[in-house]
């Protein structure tokens, strides 16, 4: 009787297990395709927290710009910069002005939003983030008029930088 209650027990259980795995598979597969979509639509891209100092304009810029293609940005100031890109494994020649998080994945300096969507559409493995080095002319948030060519760079944890994205005369 008593082993009959258990092998109940165990088979309820089991369904509950099977039930959570296809959630959990469900929500796996599932955020890529909703942050594309939402962020076309700019209604509420992927939720993006930027840590810049408090007298950074082009930071300033460039927030305003993510959030005018969709992503859900908030802004962090701080005097620390430094520690949060040590802290998040930024190497010294991918370090920008600011530096932002969307979950684990850095997005260093003036990043173009398309760039970030089709990254996160496209995850590689073992990226910490994507950086612009330094402050380019004419990429998002330094519109000044001029426009220098520029890469986006992925850096992983290993010290591998690819080149994710190229943009020549645009
Ligand atoms: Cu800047």
Redesign the pocket.
């Known amino acids: 009787m008593k082993t009959k209650k258990l092998a109940l027990f165990t088979g309820a259980a089991a369904i509950i297990l099977t039930a959570g795995a296809a959630t959990l598979t469900i929500q796996a597969s599932a955020p890529a395709e909703s942050l594309a979509s939402m962020a076309s639509t700019g209604t509420s891209g992927p939720a993006i927290t930027i840590y810049k100092s408090p007298n ?1 304009g ?2 300033q ?2 927030a305003e710009y993510l959030a005018a293609n969709g992503f859900e940005t908030k802004i962090v100031e701080t005097d620390n910069l430094n520690e949060i890109k040590q802290e998040h494994g930024i190497p010294r020649e991918m370090a ?3 530096t932002a998080l969307i979950g684990d994945l850095v997005i260093e ?2 990043v173009p939003a398309d760039d970030i969507v089709a990254y996160l559409e496209n995850p590689q493995f073992n990226t910490v983030g994507l950086s612009v080095p330094g ?1 380019v002319q004419g990429s998002p ?2 519109e000044t008029g001029k426009k220098d060519n520029y890469q986006v760079i992925a850096f992983s944890a290993n010290g591998q930088q690819t080149v994710f994205r190229e943009h020549n005369d645009y």
């Open positions: 950074c082009c930071c810029s460039w920008s002005c600011h300096g003036h402050m948030g330094m």
